[in-house]
């Protein structure tokens, strides 16, 4: 597979992903018992969504650079400080069941979301570069523009979106703010 087939798979996943965060927001607004059944049933998956959601960016991320050598500016290098951790450490917190895990992980999050919307916006908006990424590989490039739309710093805003999202909705009740 070529660099594009590969974007056109990880942007129908990441359109997934967002239908299915749509749905969750939905839910959580129009109808809390819905939400609530919902919760119900993703008790005690959530851990594993998000390892997988966190293996499929990292994996992702090393095939852009390693598979298709597109050389990773310093914002996506980044976010992998922020995502890579999350790949190791998730599928075996859910592998031993330990939730303790929830809120470093969800720091990584904050911090890869922080990361990158700052990455899409310069991405977006060139013209809010300051200058701080390198010139010869700026942050601005779209390497790949997966199903038209999905570049990579777009894909790693929805999988730390979903991460954050399987790891908030799988909170027991007794957790609730």
Do not use: K
């Amino acid at each position: 597979m070529n660099a594009d087939q590969i974007a056109d798979v990880l942007g129908t996943l990441a359109s997934a992903g967002v239908l299915a965060l749509v749905a969750v927001v939905g839910l959580r607004l129009l109808a809390p018992a819905r939400f609530a059944d919902l919760r119900s049933v993703l008790l005690g998956s959530g851990l594993a969504l998000a390892a997988v959601v966190a293996m499929v960016a990292m994996l992702g991320s090393l095939w852009f650079s390693e598979g298709a050598h597109f050389p990773p500016c310093r914002l996506c290098w980044f976010q992998r400080i922020a995502m890579y951790p999350l790949a190791v450490l998730l599928p075996v917190a859910a592998w031993r069941d330990d939730r303790s895990i929830r809120p470093y992980a969800l720091i990584l999050v904050g911090l890869g979301l922080a990361v990158s919307t700052w990455h899409n916006l310069i991405e977006t908006f060139p013209s809010l570069d300051t200058g701080a990424c390198d010139t010869t590989n700026p942050c601005t490039v779209r390497w790949v523009e997966g199903l038209g739309f999905w570049t990579i710093p777009r894909l790693a805003f929805v999988a730390f979106c979903l991460i954050a999202a399987a790891l908030l909705i799988d909170r027991p009740p007794e957790e609730e703010p």
